[in-house]
């Protein structure tokens, strides 16, 4: 975990070298982002990880030899604390993304955004948070295949846990949510702990798409 004070580091794997040098350099330059190596495979992730032992893998999805929802799933089984992994991805439609957030990336961002924001998104992912674009979320779970839909074990929820995970679902932080139920910070971390353990959740982004893809939460219904 990345302590205060000390620059987050980052892998950046793109098959495409003008994008990683060129967004290596940039990213470099932002305040509190620390480059520690490129990656231009799904095999060399899992490799410059192991290496490097970098706090974020900032994971393009279309890569050759093992492609980022792979290699996503390989760093997360191999590792006891594993890099987050954020996708980012020149569509927000891309269907390769909510199944690496399904795989248990934390979160997206669009190549197209401007590179501030791209490192905001390292820093916030870094910190244990999503990074979630709710309405982006909702479109690609609604145009997935019917089959691909998880059963959600509602039954082992709460009511309130069932209520977290669909504030979870609009995007809301933990403060957010401790604000809107008008309880504490802290009571809203256990909540969500118990969401994650009793969904099997890699994290809170996987949990969110598994409340989509259960039909807990309805696309185009919640709140962006």
Do not use: W
């Not at 030899?65 to 191999?78: V, W």
């Not at 795989?103 to 979630?132: C, D, H, T, Y």
């Amino acid at each position: 975990m990345t302590s205060t004070g000390t620059p987050v580091t980052v892998l950046i794997a793109d098959d495409d070298p003008l994008t990683r040098s060129g967004l290596g350099t940039l990213l470099g330059a932002q305040p509190g982002i620390t480059v520690v190596g490129q990656a231009a495979d799904g095999v060399a992730v899992v490799e410059q990880v192991r290496l490097l032992r970098p706090d974020v893998v900032l994971m393009d999805v279309r890569m050759p030899r093992r492609n980022g929802i792979e290699a996503t799933r390989h760093l997360l089984a191999e590792h006891t604390d594993p890099p987050k992994v954020v996708v980012i991805t020149t569509f927000e439609n891309d269907e390769y993304v909510t199944a690496a957030l399904s795989a248990g990336a934390s979160g997206f961002v669009l190549k197209r955004r401007p590179v501030p924001q791209i490192a905001e998104a390292v820093r916030v992912a870094a910190a244990g948070e999503a990074v979630l674009f709710p309405a982006a979320l909702r479109r690609m779970v609604a145009a997935r295949p019917l089959d691909s839909a998880e059963a959600l074990p509602r039954a082992a929820l709460t009511g309130r846990e069932e209520g977290v995970l669909r504030l979870m679902a609009t995007g809301l932080s933990n403060p957010e949510i401790a604000q809107s139920l008008a309880v504490s910070l802290e009571t809203v971390k256990t909540h969500v702990g118990n969401v994650l353990t009793k969904l099997g959740a890699q994290n809170r982004t996987h949990a969110v798409v598994i409340a989509y893809e259960s039909g807990l939460v309805v696309p185009g219904l919640q709140g962006a």
